[in-house]
């Protein structure tokens, strides 16, 4: 890289970025989308991956030096290098929004010097290896907000306090970009495994093991304006195809082809609309063998043909675990497909099989995995699949067990369930699919790209965890995940004969129709007989769970939302374009369209579906009324009443078990 020397510490490169060098560290801040990205190592040169971030034609920032500093600008933001290396971080305007936490005698004359030694950007050399990475900044304003990076089991929206952990796990996915009610939006750039902390004094961003430090920021006057920045250097979802608007029937599991036929011909008879439906796990006769068992499914072409013929688009699982047994592991393993163990016998998951995961960072395994799904599955007119695992899940979460293609699963795993993502993406792209949707379990920063449709994982069948789902799909919409969804009814248990899950279910159900996917899923009580004794025959079926299997009065609320879901398909597909578009998040949190309202900040159990759609659900037992706040600037009309208010005030709502309030902006 051609530098441009100006003075013994700052240096313009040809390409226009800023560059520091002090101590072996070089420090390199450029113009990337309408921010800045950060990036700084202690190697002899700097790392090129790009992670997240997608390198279109760059513009470059505007740069002034001075013996003692050095700054860049671009967009709406603003960064000054000091002399001993801090940065700080400036809207337009003037209003600082970031400065590192650095406490060092450098500088008599500085505010921040100090006998406590503490590096805003610390290296600590691994033994043997590279480095592990700490990144600490200032928390300037105690009353800050911080909301998204990714999908945690809490019911905490505003994140500012919380320590996460930045790594996948079931149910939990680690996408780390996040939103301030300060006017910035940052990309902590980096699939380390690790933890971030938003403290009142310190906020800081831990790597275990990294080669480099790398993030990207971004000012904004909106939250969709720093949303659409973010979604412009990350990408955005593909239009969803409008099969995946209306409603998806699944089950733990369908054993049989024929017992996946009669529901989706039971439904066509009780003409109640279905848009999708699933082919659960072990419909294969070995994780690793891609492709229907035909003692359980003998005629997927045809079955596939008449689902198609009712409207009907099946979605099949896919495991990336691979059994000792599977044909196709031999293979794999010459060639190097498989993940690797630094320890011990190389099993990740031992759940119906001795198994390790396909390498989804490997280019050659990606393209392997998609053939094998082309052939099986695609070939015969699949056009969805269920991406099931793609955390990756490890029977023990030893993070530091694990070696992919690119690296250690330490420095590099985080970014696995992308790169799953991308096996299919770019395999369908290049059949001439458009549109392309695939189901996850878990997700990274740029996910959104490859056309990953998040769900919640695997989750209990209780009132608390559905608390949990609504912060956790605001927070993956801000994180940059606009198509997000949940198992309705919750995926472990669930008695559908039982009152009070009935109640449960028709809450979950209701909310499901205001969520950017619907789908019904679930293990429920009790198990099914065993059919069969080879396969996946051991892996038992849940339940019944069909619209009609909860009694009555659940069957009259779950037509009715379906019903709801048909009609809306004009306003999801505007809804749609805009996350396709944009990045715009379907489902967000209040302030993101009314930012200039304060109590809107405040607000964590409603949400907005689309511009229009103010959604309130009933989140506890027993309850048949709630309050709503209703945001400044509009008038507002309930959708069940047809009363019209005006924005500002909080009313109470009636809300009978077959009613979610829901409220139109006029």
Same mark, same amino acid.
């Given at each position: 890289?051609?530098?441009?020397?100006?003075?013994?510490?700052?240096?313009?490169?040809?390409?226009?970025?800023?560059?520091?060098?002090?101590?072996?560290?070089?420090?390199?801040?450029?113009?990337?989308?309408?921010?800045?990205?950060?990036?700084?190592?202690?190697?002899?040169?700097?790392?090129?991956?790009?992670?997240?971030?997608?390198?279109?034609?760059?513009?470059?920032?505007?740069?002034?030096?001075?013996?003692?500093?050095?700054?860049?600008?671009?967009?709406?933001?603003?960064?000054?290098?000091?002399?001993?290396?801090?940065?700080?971080?400036?809207?337009?305007?003037?209003?600082?929004?970031?400065?590192?936490?650095?406490?060092?005698?450098?500088?008599?004359?500085?505010?921040?010097?100090?006998?406590?030694?503490?590096?805003?950007?610390?290296?600590?050399?691994?033994?043997?290896?590279?480095?592990?990475?700490?990144?600490?900044?200032?928390?300037?304003?105690?009353?800050?907000?911080?909301?998204?990076?990714?999908?945690?089991?809490?019911?905490?929206?505003?994140?500012?306090?919380?320590?996460?952990?930045?790594?996948?796990?079931?149910?939990?996915?680690?996408?780390?970009?996040?939103?301030?009610?300060?006017?910035?939006?940052?990309? %902590?750039?980096?699939?380390?495994?690790?933890?971030?902390?938003?403290?009142?004094?310190?906020?800081?961003?831990?790597?275990?093991?990294?080669?480099?430090?790398?993030? %990207?920021?971004?000012?904004?006057?909106?939250?969709?304006?720093?949303?659409?920045?973010?979604?412009?250097?990350?990408?955005?979802?593909?239009?969803?195809?409008?099969?995946?608007?209306?409603? %998806?029937?699944?089950?733990?599991?369908?054993?049989?082809?024929?017992?996946?036929?009669?529901?989706?011909?039971?439904?066509?008879?009780?003409?109640?609309?279905?848009?999708?439906?699933?082919?659960?796990?072990?419909?294969?006769?070995?994780?690793?063998?891609?492709?229907?068992?035909?003692?359980?499914?003998?005629?997927?072409?045809?079955?596939?043909?008449?689902?198609?013929?009712?409207?009907?688009?099946?979605?099949?699982?896919?495991?990336?675990?691979?059994?000792?047994?599977?044909?196709?592991?031999?293979?794999?393993?010459?060639?190097?497909?498989?993940?690797?163990?630094?320890?011990?016998?190389?099993?990740?998951?031992?759940?119906?099989?001795?198994?390790?995961?396909?390498?989804?960072?490997?280019?050659?395994?990606? @393209?392997?995995?998609?053939?094998?799904?082309?052939?099986?599955?695609?070939?015969?007119?699949?056009?969805?699949?269920?991406?099931?695992?793609? @955390?990756?899940?490890?029977?023990?979460?030893?993070?530091?067990?694990?070696?992919?293609?690119?690296?250690?699963?330490?420095?590099?795993?985080?970014?696995?369930?992308?790169?799953?993502?991308?096996?299919?993406?770019?395999?369908?792209?290049?059949?001439?699919?458009?549109?392309?949707?695939?189901?996850?379990?878990?997700?990274?920063?740029?996910?959104?790209?490859?056309?990953?449709?998040?769900?919640?994982?695997?989750?209990?069948?209780?009132?608390?965890?559905?608390?949990?789902?609504?912060?956790?799909?605001?927070?993956?919409?801000?994180?940059?995940?606009?198509?997000?969804?949940?198992?309705?009814?919750?995926?472990?248990?669930?008695?559908?004969?039982?009152?009070?899950?009935?109640?449960?279910?028709?809450?979950?159900?209701?909310?499901?129709?205001?969520?950017?996917?619907?789908?019904?899923?679930?293990?429920?009580?009790?198990?099914?007989?065993?059919?069969?004794?080879?396969?996946?025959?051991?892996?038992?079926?849940?339940?019944?769970?069909?619209?009609?299997?909860?009694?009555?009065?659940?069957?009259?609320?779950?037509?009715?939302?379906?019903?709801?879901?048909?009609?809306?398909?004009?306003?999801?597909?505007?809804?749609?374009?805009?996350?396709?578009?944009?990045?715009?998040?379907?489902?967000?949190?209040?302030?993101?369209?009314?930012?200039?309202?304060?109590?809107?900040?405040?607000?964590?159990?409603?949400?907005?579906?689309?511009?229009?759609?103010?959604?309130?659900?009933?989140?506890?037992?027993?309850?048949?009324?709630?309050?709503?706040?209703?945001?400044?600037?509009?008038?507002?009309?309930?959708?069940?009443?047809?009363?019209?208010?005006?924005?500002?005030?909080?009313?109470?709502?009636?809300?009978?078990?077959?009613?979610?309030?829901?409220?139109?902006?006029?």
């Amino acid at each position: 890289m051609a530098e441009t020397i100006q003075n013994d510490l700052f240096t313009v490169t040809e390409d226009g970025a800023l560059q520091y060098r002090y101590d072996g560290e070089t420090l390199r801040i450029e113009a990337f989308g309408r921010g800045l990205r950060v990036r700084a190592t202690k190697a002899d040169k700097m790392p090129e991956e790009d992670w997240a971030l997608i390198r279109n034609e760059q513009n470059k920032g505007r740069i002034t030096l001075t013996e003692q500093s050095a700054e860049i600008e671009n967009g709406k933001i603003r960064a000054q290098i000091d002399h001993v290396g801090r940065i700080q971080m400036f809207r337009i305007d003037g209003k600082m929004i970031l400065s590192e936490y650095l406490r060092t005698r450098a500088d008599i004359k500085k505010p921040y010097c100090s006998a406590l030694e503490i590096d805003a950007r610390e290296f600590k050399p691994l033994i043997g290896g590279d480095w592990a990475l700490t990144l600490r900044l200032e928390s300037l304003d105690r009353n800050e907000k911080i909301y998204g990076m990714g999908q945690y089991q809490q019911d905490i929206l505003n994140i500012k306090g919380a320590e996460l952990e930045l790594a996948q796990r079931n149910s939990q996915a680690s996408v780390p970009f996040f939103l301030s009610s300060l006017g910035y939006g940052f990309l %902590w750039n980096n699939p380390a495994v690790g933890r971030a902390t938003f403290g009142t004094n310190i906020m800081s961003f831990v790597a275990e093991s990294s080669k480099k430090l790398d993030y %990207w920021i971004v000012a904004g006057d909106t939250p969709a304006e720093i949303e659409e920045a973010y979604a412009e250097v990350t990408g955005k979802v593909p239009m969803m195809p409008e099969y995946a608007m209306g409603f %998806w029937q699944c089950k733990l599991r369908y054993q049989t082809q024929e017992e996946l036929l009669s529901v989706a011909r039971e439904y066509k008879r009780r003409n109640l609309p279905v848009s999708v439906i699933v082919v659960d796990f072990f419909h294969w006769p070995l994780q690793g063998e891609w492709k229907f068992d035909p003692t359980y499914w003998p005629d997927p072409d045809a079955m596939i043909r008449e689902l198609k013929e009712m409207g009907i688009e099946l979605m099949v699982s896919i495991w990336p675990t691979v059994d000792y047994r599977s044909e196709n592991f031999e293979e794999m393993k010459r060639k190097g497909y498989l993940i690797r163990t630094e320890r011990g016998v190389r099993v990740s998951m031992t759940f119906q099989g001795n198994t390790i995961h396909f390498d989804a960072t490997n280019p050659a395994a990606r @393209e392997y995995v998609w053939q094998k799904a082309k052939q099986n599955y695609y070939d015969k007119g699949v056009r969805i699949f269920w991406l099931d695992e793609a @955390e990756p899940e490890y029977e023990v979460y030893q993070f530091d067990n694990y070696r992919y293609h690119i690296g250690s699963n330490l420095q590099i795993g985080n970014i696995y369930p992308a790169m799953y993502a991308r096996a299919f993406y770019e395999g369908m792209q290049k059949e001439g699919q458009e549109n392309i949707l695939n189901l996850l379990r878990c997700a990274w920063a740029g996910s959104a790209r490859y056309g990953a449709l998040v769900w919640s994982g695997d989750i209990a069948s209780t009132f608390e965890v559905l608390r949990r789902q609504l912060a956790a799909g605001l927070n993956m919409g801000i994180a940059g995940i606009p198509w997000w969804t949940t198992d309705i009814g919750g995926f472990h248990g669930g008695d559908p004969k039982d009152p009070a899950f009935q109640e449960l279910l028709a809450r979950w159900f209701e909310f499901g129709a205001y969520c950017p996917v619907m789908r019904l899923h679930g293990d429920r009580d009790s198990k099914q007989p065993q059919y069969g004794e080879t396969g996946g025959a051991t892996c038992l079926s849940g339940a019944d769970n069909e619209v009609w299997s909860f009694g009555e009065e659940d069957y009259e609320i779950c037509k009715k939302y379906l019903a709801v879901r048909e009609t809306m398909r004009p306003y999801l597909r505007e809804v749609m374009r805009e996350a396709h578009e944009k990045g715009t998040p379907v489902m967000r949190p209040l302030f993101y369209d009314f930012p200039d309202d304060k109590t809107a900040w405040e607000i964590e159990d409603q949400y907005m579906f689309g511009p229009n759609k103010l959604i309130a659900p009933v989140l506890e037992a027993g309850k048949r009324a709630r309050e709503v706040y209703l945001p400044c600037g509009a008038r507002w009309k309930n959708i069940e009443t047809g009363e019209c208010f005006e924005g500002g005030q909080t009313i109470t709502a009636d809300a009978p078990l077959d009613v979610i309030p829901v409220f139109e902006k006029l």
